[in-house]
Structure formats: C-alpha cells, structure tokens
C-alpha cells in the first residue's frame, strides 16, 4: 500500500527567503512523486513530477524537489518565495498496482505555505 | 479556452435532493477523474473512467453514480444528497491509460453546500 505524509501543516516563510515544503512517502514498488499547487478558489495545478528519470526535478516558478529512495522523500524546495507563492501544495505519489493495470494517486493531506511581506 | 470545465461552480440544495455536476475536457485525454475534497482541503480520489469504462472505483456511497458519454465528458450524479456530501468536488484528466506517470489537469472545482 502506498502513502504519502507531508510532515507540515503551515509553513510561514518571509517573501525572498526560502521555501522547504516535505514529503514523506511509502511505496511498495517505483513510485511516480508529484507535487500540486492549490491558488483559492482554483483547482489544482502541476508544480512538478519525479518518474524514475534524473532524482532532481525542476518545475515551474522556480520550484524544484530531490527524490531520495534511501529517506523516502521527496521535499518541495524555492530558493526565494514570492507573495505569489502563498497557496496549498499537494504532494502526490503514484504507484502501478500489484496486479498491474490501473494505477490510484494517493494524496497528501496538504501543507499551506503561508508568505509575509 | 478552458482546459477541464465543470459546471455549476456553486451547488446548494436541501437534504434528499438529487443533483448532478458536469465535467468536460478538450483536451483529448482518455482518462477522466472526480476527487473529493473536504473542509479540510484533504483530497481523495472517487471515480476513474478511461474511454467511457469504470477502472477506479474507490469506497464511494453508491447514491453516487458517475457517468461517461463519451471520452470527453464525465458527469456525477447524487442521490439523496446528505449533510456530509457538502464538500469540493474536482474533475480532472489525463492523456494515458495507465496513468502512473501522467500528469492531471484539474477542473476549478464544484462547491457542493447541502442544508
């Protein structure tokens, strides 16, 4: 079975400073990692996915995440937040079944990164 | 030109009503979605359809039906709607079948309020 824990409910962060967003995750197989962006009142958008390729993951706005099997993590990282930032982030893992055939992405329960001025 | 659509953006009823939320991709994806999310932002997903077939069915009441026309559209249907069904519901979709490595396009959701 897999699962996802992002370790944190709010981060608070000043605007130009860093982001550090974690994601734990349990997988029994290779995982796809995503990471989802909340705006309120809007849906969900792709920030960024690992899929087995290069474990460091750029995405977009400047946001990128390290996928470490040996840690089972996969943390969302910004070098400089901007007030734009402030939104949900979901991190998502993926999983192929063990019978194979469909797949059902299991999300986190969501870390709300919260940007002072 | 919106990706996924989903109509009415706002939803409110009485307890015991039935009521339907429309979802449509131009996308030209095979794989629709409808996920769920509570007052606590927690997202689950409910149903997965790929080219009008079933293929997720997650523990879902089944005063919810979903329905496929076509590989465009998916629709959710409810039954004898209960304080607890209020709640965002989001449609998304997906190009492939599998899905595991495929990216979502979410829907801006239906806010569901019931009475």
């Known amino acids: 079975a897999q699962s996802v824990t992002q370790l944190d409910s709010h981060v608070s962060v000043s605007e130009g400073t860093p982001v550090l967003l974690r994601c734990n995750y349990s997988?029994?197989?290779?995982?796809?990692l995503f990471w989802y962006v909340q705006h309120p009142n809007k849906g969900l958008q792709l920030l960024l996915k690992?899929?087995?390729?290069?474990?460091l993951v750029k995405g977009i706005n400047g946001f990128e995440a390290e996928f470490k099997k040996s840690e089972t993590s996969f943390h969302l990282t910004k070098p400089s937040a901007h007030m734009s930032d402030a939104a949900e982030y979901f991190c998502?893992?993926?999983?192929?079944?063990?019978?194979?055939?469909?797949?059902?992405?299991?999300f986190g329960r969501g870390t709300s990164l919260i940007v002072h001025p | 030109d919106t990706a996924v659509s989903q109509t009415p953006k706002y939803l409110v009823t009485q307890m015991g009503n039935d009521k339907s939320i429309k979802c449509e991709q131009n996308?030209?994806?095979?794989?629709m979605y409808w996920y769920k999310q509570d007052s606590k932002k927690f997202l689950k997903i409910m149903f997965s359809?790929?080219?009008?077939?079933?293929?997720i069915n997650e523990t879902v009441p089944n005063r919810f039906s979903p329905k496929s026309p076509d590989k465009a559209h998916l629709n959710l249907h409810i039954n004898s709607l209960e304080l607890g069904d209020s709640a965002v519901y989001f449609c998304?979709?997906?190009?492939?079948?599998?899905?595991?490595?495929?990216?979502?396009?979410f829907g801006p959701g239906t806010r569901l309020t019931v009475l």
């Open positions: 998304a979709s997906s190009r492939g079948a599998s899905g595991r490595t495929d990216t979502q396009y």
């Open positions: 997988s029994s197989y290779s995982p796809s």
């Open positions: 690992y899929t087995s390729a290069a474990t």
């Open positions: 998502v893992v993926s999983d192929v079944a063990p019978s194979g055939g469909s797949y059902i992405p299991t």
């Open positions: 996308l030209g994806h095979d794989t």
């Open positions: 359809y790929n080219n009008k077939e079933l293929i």
